[in-house]
């Protein structure tokens, strides 16, 4: 079992940044593909990037150049930072957690970042 708690998210104007944190419970943070995806009013969740349990990370085209996904696995958590941020960033994001790079298994209750203009 793995818990996740995201935490960082907020109101900001276009431009600015956040950094997101997501703290997992277990021993085995170290094999699991950590992944933020991120859902708007409305729409479904899409992905927004991830970072491997071997070094490897992917970002959609979308943040591509703005977002920045780290991890630390000596606290169990996973970051996300957040340059020049838009209106069309706003959303609820959430944490995943995949073993191994398998299916998304464990996913946080999300954090609110609301973009404005």
């Known amino acids: 079992q793995m818990q996740l708690v995201e935490s960082g998210g907020g109101l900001v104007q276009a431009g600015g940044s956040l950094r997101l944190s997501c703290a997992a419970s277990g021993r085995t943070f170290s094999l699991y593909t950590m992944g933020w995806f991120r859902q708007a009013s409305g729409k479904e969740r899409e992905f927004v990037t991830d970072?491997?349990?071997?070094?490897?990370?992917s970002y959609a085209d979308s943040v591509k150049g703005r977002f920045t996904i780290s991890r630390d696995n000596t606290k169990n958590t996973v970051y996300l930072q957040m340059n020049s941020l838009k209106p069309e960033d706003t959303g609820v994001y959430y944490c995943g957690a995949a073993f191994r790079g398998g299916p998304y298994s464990y996913w946080g209750q999300g954090t609110q970042v609301t973009v404005s203009a």
């Open positions: 970072i491997g349990w071997v070094p490897r990370t």
